[in-house]
T-cell receptor
Framework: SQQGEEDPQALSIQEGENATMNCSYKTSINNLQWYRQNSGRGLVHLILIRSNEREKHSGRLRVTLDTSKKSSSLLITASRAADTASYFCATQSGTYKYIFGTGTRLKVLA | DTGVSQNPRHKITKRGQNVTFRCDPISEHNRLYWYRQTLGQGPEFLTYFQNEAQLEKSRLLSDRFSAERPKGSFSTLEIQRTEQGDSAMYLC?????????FGQGTRLTVV
C-alpha cells in the first residue's frame, strides 16, 4: 500500500520556471526522502529530511517538512529540460522499509 | 561502477515459467530491499534483508515469491509459476543507514 500521495499527479512547466510538488503521508515518520526516476529507469536519491528538520537545500532543490500537517514539498528552482522525470517521496517510520507515494510526473518544456 | 547492479535488465517469460533475478548491492551495505513497480505507480515494498537475515516480507510476496541473500552479499528474487499480473519492474536497493540507493531494475514481462 502507498503511504503518501504526491500532488499534482502531473506538472508541465517552461524551462527556467520553478516546479513545486507536494507529498502528504499518513503516519508519523523518522525521515522523508525524495527520489527522481527517469522513464523506465531506477530511482535516484535526491535529498533526505529528518523528522526534526523543517527545511533542507541541495543545489537547486529545496525541501520542506511539516510534521503537524504530515506533508512535505519539493521545490526545483530554475528548471531545466533534464529535470523531466517522475518524482517520488518516500517515508521511513518505525521499521526500515521505505514507503513511496504515487509520484508527480514533471515535464519541463524547452 | 560501484552502484547497485541488477541482472537481467529485461526478462520476457511465458506464463507458468520460473524466473530469477539477481541484485548486487553496493559493497558493505548491510541493508537490501526488493520493490515492485507497475506502470504509473510508486514502488511497492516486497522484502528487506539485514545482512543475510530476511527481516520483513510484504503480504505482496506470495508463496510463489522467494528471496535470498546468502552470506549477506548479493540477493536473488525468484518467482515461480509466473502469472501475467507479475509483469512489473522489480527494483533492488541497498543502504548503509538511512539513504537507499536503487539499481536500474529488472523489467519482467509475462506473456
Amino acid at each position: 500500500s502507498q503511504q503518501g500521495e504526491e500532488d499534482p499527479q502531473a506538472l508541465s512547466i517552461q524551462e527556467g520556471e520553478n516546479a513545486t510538488m507536494n507529498c502528504s503521508y499518513k503516519t508519523s515518520i523518522n525521515n522523508l526522502q525524495w527520489y527522481r526516476q527517469n522513464s523506465g529507469r531506477g530511482l535516484v536519491h535526491l535529498i533526505l529530511i529528518r523528522s526534526n528538520e523543517r527545511e533542507k537545500h541541495s543545489g537547486r532543490l529545496r525541501v520542506t517538512l511539516d510534521t503537524s500537517k504530515k506533508s512535505s514539498s519539493l521545490l526545483i528552482t530554475a528548471s531545466r529540460a533534464a529535470d523531466t522525470a517522475s518524482y517520488f517521496c518516500a517515508t521511513q517510520s518505525g521499521t526500515y522499509k521505505y514507503i513511496f507515494g504515487t509520484g508527480t510526473r514533471l515535464k519541463v518544456l524547452a | 561502477d560501484t552502484g547497485v547492479s541488477q541482472n537481467p535488465r529485461h526478462k520476457i517469460t511465458k506464463r507458468g515459467q520460473n524466473v530469477t533475478f539477481r541484485c548486487d548491492p553496493i559493497s558493505e551495505h548491510n541493508r537490501l530491499y526488493w520493490y515492485r513497480q507497475t506502470l504509473g505507480q510508486g514502488p511497492e515494498f516486497l522484502t528487506y534483508f539485514q545482512n543475510e537475515a530476511q527481516l520483513e516480507k510484504s503480504r505482496l510476496l506470495s508463496d510463489r515469491f522467494s528471496a535470498e541473500r546468502p552470506k549477506g552479499s548479493f540477493s536473488t528474487l525468484e518467482i515461480q509459476r509466473t502469472e501475467q499480473g507479475d509483469s512489473a519492474m522489480y527494483l533492488c536497493a541497498s543502504s548503509p543507514t538511512t539513504e537507499a540507493f536503487f539499481g536500474q531494475g529488472t523489467r519482467l514481462t509475462v506473456v
